[in-house]
T-cell receptor, first 112, second 110 residues
Framework: DVKVTQSSRYLVKRTGEKVFLECVQD?????MFWYRQDPGLGLRLIYF???????EKGDIPEGYSVSREKKERFSLILESASTNQTSMYLC???????????FGQGTRLTVV | SQQGEEDPQALSIQEGENATMNCSYK?????LQWYRQNSGRGLVHLIL?????REKHSGRLRVTLDTSKKSSSLLITASRAADTASYFC??????????FGTGTRLTIIP
């Protein structure tokens, strides 16, 4: 059974903290994505990666960075968390741009 | 924006009725995908339709694509309570990105 696993289901962090959200996939997929989901705004792409050590900005990269040192792992980093980064974060992977994406269960991050 | 629109934003129907939701886009696509999200969870892929296809079926789901109108629709027939969820379309423009919209919240009334 294919799987995308996000390290935390719920997370509470303080303003200014450095936050790491981890995502691991076991399908040997080339592409990995980080989205955030907010009410009324749908899913917005933060960053994606199409190969190890490769990354591309999505639509809303400001305040975030990513790391992909190994094919199966894609990390989202909030360098200095702010309250407007409180959101649901969704990780996904796909074999290619023309194939379906598989999603993790999501991490609900609250920044206080 | 390349995203386009999804409508309606919310839809409530009686169990057993059919549900139709729509997705539009602004620039040419390579494929369009539909996903379902149960409350507070990750998304699950339903159907992928390529730009050279006009219709696809999967069980009670039927997806159409009209490239001349730059729109797609998802039809769920004989709805069930378990179909209550949010439905999203995702547009692939020929690169590695998938661009999602704001989704349609579907409620099935028993």
């Amino acid at each position: 059974d294919v799987k995308v696993t996000q390290s935390s289901r719920y997370l509470v962090k303080r303003t200014g903290e450095k936050v790491f959200l981890e995502c691991v996939q076991d399908m040997d997929h080339e592409n990995m994505f980080w989205y955030r989901q907010d009410p009324g705004l749908g899913l917005r792409l933060i960053y994606f990666s199409y190969d190890v050590k490769m990354k591309e900005k999505g639509d809303i990269p400001e305040g975030y960075s990513v790391s992909r040192e190994k094919k199966e792992r894609f990390s989202l980093i909030l360098e200095s968390a702010s309250t407007n980064q409180t959101s649901m974060y969704l990780c996904a992977s796909s074999l290619s741009g023309v194939s379906e994406a598989f999603f993790g269960q999501g991490t609900r991050l609250t920044v206080v | 924006s390349q995203q386009g629109e999804e409508d309606p934003q919310a839809l409530s129907i009686q169990e057993g009725e059919n549900a139709t939701m729509n997705c539009s886009y602004k620039t040419s696509i390579n494929n369009l995908q539909w996903y379902r999200q149960n409350s507070g969870r990750g998304l699950v892929h339903l159907i992928l339709i390529r730009s050279n296809e006009r219709e696809k079926h999967s069980g009670r789901l039927r997806v159409t694509l009209d490239t001349s109108k730059k729109s797609s629709s998802l039809l769920i027939t004989a709805s069930r309570a378990a179909d209550t969820a949010s439905y999203f379309c995702a547009r692939n423009f020929g690169n590695e990105k998938l661009t999602f919209g704001t989704g349609t919240r579907l409620t099935i009334i028993p």
